[in-house]
């Protein structure tokens, strides 16, 4: 097995390719959805699955639902850390949230068993982000 050298940004950093991105984003049980709310950022953390190429979150009425109705861009962000060893990754994805209102779809969500970390949300509606661009980066070690 021949291995490659990594790819390295302007900072040192290695650049991880699409497939790494997601297997990161598969493993990573917590992220984050970050949007614009009245002009202002705003983050908050979701359990997520990794489906269709984007990311699948549920939901309850509020700020979350109402950009994805209104299929407003959102970014999500995922990432690891050993303060102790200095190393860790980042991954980032960019796209537009849109809710889940085909039947199929919300099935097969329903079926991968998230277990959201907050009761009612258990039970809202499902949020779909269409993945338009994901990267990644890893601080060597």
Not at 38 to 60: C, E, K, Q, Y
Request: with cysteine; proline share 7%.
């Amino acid at each position: 097995m021949t291995r490659t050298t990594p790819h390295l940004d302007r900072n040192g950093l290695e650049v991880l390719g699409p497939t790494e991105c997601l297997e990161l984003l598969a493993a990573t049980p917590v992220g984050r959805v970050a949007f614009a709310r009245a002009g202002a950022p705003m983050v908050v953390p979701v359990t997520h699955v990794v489906s269709h190429g984007g990311i699948a979150f549920r939901s309850t009425a509020g700020s979350k639902l109402d950009h994805a109705i209104m299929g407003r861009p959102v970014a999500f962000e995922v990432d690891g850390f050993d303060p102790d060893e200095r190393i860790g990754w980042s991954v980032l994805v960019t796209g537009i949230a849109d809710l889940v209102d085909d039947e199929e779809v919300e099935a097969e969500l329903d079926a991968r068993g998230l277990d959201p970390w907050v009761e009612h949300v258990a039970h809202g509606p499902w949020i779909h982000i269409r993945a338009d661009e994901i990267s990644g980066r890893r601080i060597p070690g």
